[in-house]
């Protein structure tokens, strides 16, 4: 079980995202493992909108480096994404 302060401030930080820091976020949920490029075609905006947006999410330890992998397009070599898993953050559902 874990401490109701600690889960509070967990949650405490979600309300606090920007629009578009939420629409990120939401990609890398929904996707795990997706580059900063791969999260700018998929909303349509430019690279340099998508990378702040990433970098503040890793700030507030939301999201974390998953793996790298070579972009189909570019052919280069990118940085993947995931969202951060919080072991300390589990509830016990079970009673």
């Not at 405490?12 to 700018?40: A, C, F, H, R």
Request: glycine share 4%.
């Amino acid at each position: 079980m874990i401490q109701s302060t600690s889960l509070e401030a967990y949650f405490d930080i979600m309300p606090t995202l920007s629009k578009k820091q939420n629409m990120v976020y939401n990609i890398i949920k929904l996707y795990p493992g997706v580059s900063n490029l791969d999260i700018s075609r998929m909303l349509g905006w430019a690279i340099n909108s998508v990378t702040p947006r990433v970098y503040e999410l890793r700030e507030f330890n939301l999201v974390t480096f998953s793996h790298k992998k070579r972009d189909r397009i570019t052919d280069k070599t990118c940085r993947c994404w995931k969202i951060e898993e919080h072991p300390n953050m589990m509830v016990d559902h079970n009673g």
